[in-house]
C-alpha cells in the first residue's frame, strides 16, 4: 500500500498561484531579464510523489509553454530557482478524493478524517531542503493548522509573519501578488 499523499486544493492553489505568476508584468520581465534557463523555471517541489505526479500533470496541461520543474523534495536537493513554490499536501483533514464534501455527522469537527502526523515533513533536515530551495521568492502551500503543531513549523510560521516581505494568506480566494521587483 502506498504511503504518498496528495492534497486536491493545494494543486488548485499551485495551479492559480502559478496563473498569477504567468500573467504578472514583474514575472514576465524577470523571464526576459535571466539568461539561463533555470533562472527562468519556476521550481515546484512536494514531499510525497503522488503530489508531485498530480502537480506534474496539472502543468504540463495548463502551462506547457512555461519552464517549470516540479520534483520531490529528495529530488531536488542541490538544486535553486529563484521562484520555488512549496507544496505541504499534509492537513489536519483529509479526502478521500476532489469532490468529497464534508460530512459533519460523521466528522463532526472538521467535516472530515482528521490527522495529526506531519509524515516526512516533520523531519528537520527534510524542511531544511524544502525551504532553502528559493534563491528570491518561496511560496509555501500548507495547512497552518496542522503546521503549527509543532514549534519548528510555528517559527517559520512567525519568521514569515513578522518579515516586512512576508505575507500569509488564509483563503485561495485571496490569492493576489504585488508587482515583482528585480534585483
Keep these: 500500500v502506498s504511503q504518498s499523499r496528495t492534497n486536491y486544493g493545494e494543486i488548485e492553489a499551485c495551479e492559480k498561484i502559478i496563473k498569477i505568476l504567468q500573467n504578472s508584468k514583474g514575472f514576465n520581465e524577470m523571464q526576459s531579464y535571466w539568461k539561463k534557463e533555470e533562472d527562468k523555471e519556476i521550481g515546484l517541489i512536494s514531499f510525497y510523489g503522488t503530489q508531485v505526479g498530480k502537480l506534474l ?4 496541461d495548463k502551462f ?16 535553486e530557482r529563484n521562484l520555488l513554490i512549496v507544496s505541504m499536501v499534509r492537513s489536519n483533514k483529509i479526502a478521500n478524493h476532489p469532490e468529497q464534501k464534508p460530512d459533519f455527522e460523521l466528522y463532526e469537527d472538521l467535516g472530515y478524517p482528521s490527522q495529526t502526523s ?3 515533513a516533520e523531519l528537520p533536515n527534510r524542511l531544511n531542503v524544502a525551504l532553502s530551495r528559493a534563491k528570491r521568492l518561496l511560496i509555501i502551500v500548507g495547512n497552518t493548522t496542522h503546521f503549527s503543531q509543532k514549534d519548528i513549523y510555528k517559527n517559520v510560521y512567525e ?25
Design 57 to 60: 500533470r496539472m502543468t504540463q
Design 118 to 120: 506531519l509524515g516526512f
Design 64 to 79: 506547457p509553454n512555461l519552464p517549470i520543474r516540479v520534483k520531490t523534495v529528495d529530488r531536488f536537493q542541490g538544486m
Design 159 to 183: 519568521s514569515i509573519k513578522n518579515s516586512p516581505h512576508g505575507k500569509i494568506i488564509d483563503n485561495i480566494q485571496d490569492i493576489t501578488f504585488e508587482p515583482l521587483q528585480i534585483k
